[in-house]
């Protein structure tokens, strides 16, 4: 089966408005240590399936993925953030790298915060955070 996290990030770095400010620099649950900033973390929250009321699971299911725009800058991370938000992702409908996604909402809005990525320094870095419920079908394994 396909992963669900992995075609929607593969599709958002394909888009020209978020490749142009992150490159492929969009990360898995972490960012590598002394990664480029701008940069971007997904991670998979959570993911919920349908059911059938008598034969076991529908064939749908709905993941939450979180992006965490990084930036050196609050504006950097501000406009990673909007561009992931304005890209067309909310559009998204069909087939892409092998996963068929029937939807996809912004299901909370935008968090701010400064990270740290070494406690002793005063170095930080400014996070814009956003979840997206991605509705797709599922296939048979």
Request: glycine share 6%; net charge negative.
């Amino acid at each position: 089966m396909a992963d669900v996290a992995a075609s929607v990030r593969q599709w958002l770095v394909s888009q020209s408005s978020v490749s142009t400010l992150i490159g492929q620099r969009m990360y898995r649950e972490k960012i590598p240590q002394d990664a480029t900033l701008p940069c971007v973390t997904l991670t998979k929250i959570s993911t919920l399936h349908e059911h059938k009321l008598t034969t076991g699971l529908a064939g749908l299911a709905r993941a939450r993925l979180q992006f965490d725009a990084y930036g050196s800058t609050p504006a950097s991370a501000n406009a990673v953030a909007e561009a992931i938000k304005d890209c067309g992702l909310m559009t998204l409908r069909g087939t892409t790298n092998g996963v068929y996604v029937n939807n996809v909402e912004l299901e909370s809005g935008q968090r701010t915060f400064i990270d740290s990525d070494d406690p002793g320094s005063d170095d930080s870095r400014f996070v814009v955070s956003q979840d997206f419920m991605v509705y797709y079908s599922e296939t048979a394994s």
